[in-house]
């Protein structure tokens, strides 16, 4: 399964209030409230969906600074760690039946309408959110974002499109209707992106509108798009269904697989293989029981001249957002299913990212048709992990940074808890006084701050240094990262890089001198590797070894924020693993080479305003030999003060001068740790499972004296 959170291991590579229109009413029963607010039935009323945004000034609006300032506040160290309690609270697939039961019910027919969920507008979003349009699948309801209602809430203005089920419009006329609230939208707003989120009818309509407005800045999000419909089983029901009668209902086991994967396989396992091993009688009787007391609500949702009708309405959605392919130039995301009955999604994918300028694929592999339903799916944190999230025409790394929630940080942490569990980390700081603690007392805690260091092979020193800082000290490091973990790569290359997702989200941007000066300006912890890809990825023998470039521009720009500077070394990748394929050796087999010229083309092409050995160096994978695993140590040097000097520093020899300063306490922190492992008795991993198992497994392993 291609995760949206992964492991921080593979190749990490670091371098130099919602207003309603007027006139609308309560969307639900007098008796049984829906959690959502209408936008008049007509057609015309959909322009009326807010639209507030703030002008800029030199690239950094009011609105932007506020924002930066509370994320920087967030992410500063506190009086108490980070925690990683999950308050989410996210509402499951019995809340979606429970609220399409009252909405489909309470709405007998009319025309497709626009509603907001209060579950949504209940949270304090920026004045400046980006518009979300809901276009649903082949159920109509509009409401299967439910799960994800809270932390859409936060980010987007979010509006959802509900189809009765009586209702009759075409696909074409659905395409008129999305087309007229997005051209309206854009008129109010131009600066403003418009996301498009549709799951399969409702990600062809995307499509289309798309096709049909390549002017406007949409941004598409796809799951399991019905352009597959010719390839699917779905079109062997049409001519069944003409005939069957009205009394003519569907299989408990079909019915389920419209709800969610989960429902879908335990239905399976029932029929077909027995009880699974895991259930219980007991389980499987609640659960038999809760899931048929929704049997109603889902013939609600589909009778059989309904379905009859939306299989048609794919078809020819299908039809239509297929021949205008050609002409879709939005920014594009496709969410598949690796588990999906009803289409051959992650073919269709495939297929849709050859076609689509500007496609990016994120595959599930354990899910069902329904993606949004599933507890395992968190449509947000798919859109943080891709960059897909800004709010503007140009995406801004960051001042369009949302910060981790405790669960995806959570998430982070458990999928890389086995380099805690191998490496048991050391981290030693610097006092004021100069007296070296064990910890990160150290540390700053205002900033801004620039941490200089060596890159350890592949990254691997990154998951311990950025998770320990916001545990311990709760400071968010923003990492200054290798463009490549941005880049959409061109078609047929390679596959997409969703081993980067974790940096994403955790808020690494890419390598850009504008870029450190909106991070120094936000008064951010800011991780730079002048060494850079040459060092991550370093030859036989190579290990400790600095590859910092000639320029010495970060000291200059530290100086212009009077930031501080804290030079680190990091030892132990010597402990875990050597390189026993390395560059040298890859460019004699001609595949590989070629494989390694023309990603290094791309990144080349991508890093234009970048010269010099560092910046055009070949990308690629060394082999790695694993080893008994030792341990990681870290060092953080005496912070050095920039504040004052900006005058001096602009001078190039005196800037050089501290560059050179800032890298010679690099190596000596490196030197220092090298020495010092030496008299660690719990170096190697036997010793520590051996003191762990003693003294408890969250017990501190002890280490050198300092």
Known sequence: ????????????????????????????????????????????????????????????????????EKIRDNGAPATRPFSLED??????????????????????????????????????????????????????????????????????????????????????????????????????????????????????????????????DLVLILANPGTSFRQSQLQLLIPLLEVAPESFQLSLPYMLSLVSGDSLRMVEAIFQQGLPLPMTIGELSSDLVAMSSYLPVLADILPTKTLLWKLQMLKSASAFSNSRLHAVKAETLIISSGRDVLLPSQKEATRLHQLLPNCMIRNFEDTGHFIFLEDDVDLVTIIKSTSFYRRSRHPDYVFDYIPPTPSEFKKIMESN?????????????????????????????????????????LGIDLAPLVAQLLIERNILLRGI??????????????????????????????????????????????????????????????????????????????????????PFGVVGEDDIGEVFFDYEDQIKIPYLRDQIEELTNQVVKL???????????????????????????????????????KHELRDREKSHELYLQVKSEVERCIAYLKEKREKDRYRNILPRLVYQATNGFTSEVPTFEI
């Open 1 to 68: 399964m291609a995760s949206t959170v992964t492991p921080l291991f593979p190749a990490a590579i670091f371098c130099c209030s919602t207003n309603s229109p007027s006139g609308t009413s309560t969307f639900s029963s007098s008796s049984n409230p829906i959690p959502t607010r209408r936008l008049k039935a007509e057609h015309t009323d959909a322009g009326h969906l807010r639209a507030n945004t703030t002008k800029r000034t030199d690239g950094f609006s009011a609105e932007n600074m506020r924002r930066f």
């Open 87 to 216: 308050p989410e609270n996210r509402r499951s697939v019995k809340d979606y039946l429970e609220q399409t039961k009252d909405l489909v019910r309470s709405v007998d027919g009319g025309p497709p309408r626009w509603f907001s969920p209060l579950d949504c507008a209940a949270f304090s979003r920026l004045n400046d959110s980006p518009l979300l349009l809901f276009l649903p699948g082949i159920d109509g309801v509009g409401l299967g974002l439910i799960m994800h209602y809270k932390k859409l809430g936060e980010i987007f203005d979010v509006w959802c499109l509900h189809i009765p089920v009586k209702d009759r419009t075409p696909f074409s006329e659905l395409v008129k209707l999305v087309e007229k609230t997005v051209r309206s939208e854009h008129h109010r707003s131009p600066n403003r992106p418009i996301y498009l989120v549709g799951e399969t009818i409702g990600a062809c309509l995307a499509l289309s509108v798309a096709a049909l407005n390549p002017d406007i």
């Open 417 to 457: 808890q086995w380099i805690y569990v191998a490496t048991s980390p050391v981290m030693l700081s610097t006092l004021d006084t100069g007296k070296i603690v064990r910890g990160l007392a150290g540390i700053p805690s205002e900033g801004p701050v620039l941490f200089v260091g060596y890159h350890m092979l």
């Open 481 to 566: 990262a290798h463009p490549m973990m941005f880049m959409n790569l061109q078609k047929g290359t390679l596959r997409e890089f969703s081993s980067f997702d974790t940096y994403r989200i955790m808020g690494a941007v890419p390598v850009s001198g504008k870029n450190i000066y909106k991070l120094f300006s936000s008064k951010s912890h800011v991780l730079l590797y002048p060494g850079g890809m040459r060092e991550a990825l370093h030859r036989k023998g190579e290990e400790y070894k600095l590859f910092w470039p000639e320029q010495s521009e970060f000291v200059r720009m530290a100086a212009r924020f009077g930031a501080k500077i804290i």
């Open 607 to 645: 890093r234009n305003d970048t010269n010099g050995e560092v910046a055009n160096q070949p990308v690629h994978l060394p082999g790695i030999l694993p080893k008994l695993p030792g341990r990681f140590y870290y060092y953080f040097g005496k912070p050095i003060e920039t504040e004052g000097r």
